[in-house]
C-alpha cells in the first residue's frame, strides 16, 4: 500500500513559478512510475507528467513541454512538479499518481487507468 500526499499549491500570477511536492509512504517507492494528473473545474481529469521509476526518463502533455519539469529523489520518497511560466488554463486540482507496475527502467505511464495509487490533490489557481 501506497500513500501519496501532495503539497505547494496556491494562488499566484500568470507567468510565476510553483513546485508541487508528493511525499509518499512505503519502501518500494523507487520501483513505480510515477505521474502527474489535473482536473479543471468542469473538465476530465488529465495527465501532465511521468517519470519512470529511476528518473531516465520523463513525458509530458504538449501544454506544459517547456514550461514544467518532473523530478523524483528515491533516497526522499518524493515525486516533484516544477511549474514555471504558469497561465491562468494551469488552474486545476495537481493530483499525484504511483504505479506498481514493474517492467524496464524507462517506462512511463500516460493513462489514469494505469495508476495504483493517487494523491488527495493540491489547488492550483493561476490569475490573469
Known amino acids: 500500500q501506497v500513500r501519496l500526499v501532495e503539497s505547494g499549491g496556491g494562488l499566484v500570477q500568470a507567468g510565476a513559478s510553483l513546485r508541487l511536492s508528493c511525499a509518499a509512504s512505503?519502501?518500494?517507492?523507487?520501483?513505480?512510475?510515477m505521474g502527474w494528473f489535473r482536473q479543471a473545474p468542469g473538465k476530465e481529469r488529465e495527465f501532465v507528467a511521468t517519470?519512470?521509476?529511476?528518473?531516465?526518463?520523463?513525458y509530458y502533455t504538449d501544454s506544459v513541454k517547456g514550461r514544467f519539469t518532473i523530478s523524483r529523489d528515491n533516497a526522499k520518497n518524493t515525486v516533484y512538479l516544477q511549474m514555471n511560466s504558469l497561465k491562468p488554463e494551469d488552474t486545476a486540482v495537481y493530483y499525484c499518481?504511483?504505479?506498481?507496475?514493474?517492467?524496464?527502467?524507462?517506462?512511463?505511464?500516460?493513462?489514469?487507468?494505469?495508476?495504483?495509487?493517487w494523491g488527495q490533490g493540491t489547488q492550483v489557481t493561476v490569475s490573469s
Open positions: 512505503g519502501r518500494t517507492f523507487s520501483t513505480y512510475v
Open positions: 499518481a504511483a504505479s506498481s507496475v514493474i517492467q524496464g527502467p524507462t517506462l512511463i505511464l500516460i493513462r489514469s487507468y494505469e495508476y495504483d495509487y
Open positions: 517519470i519512470s521509476w529511476t528518473g531516465a526518463r520523463t
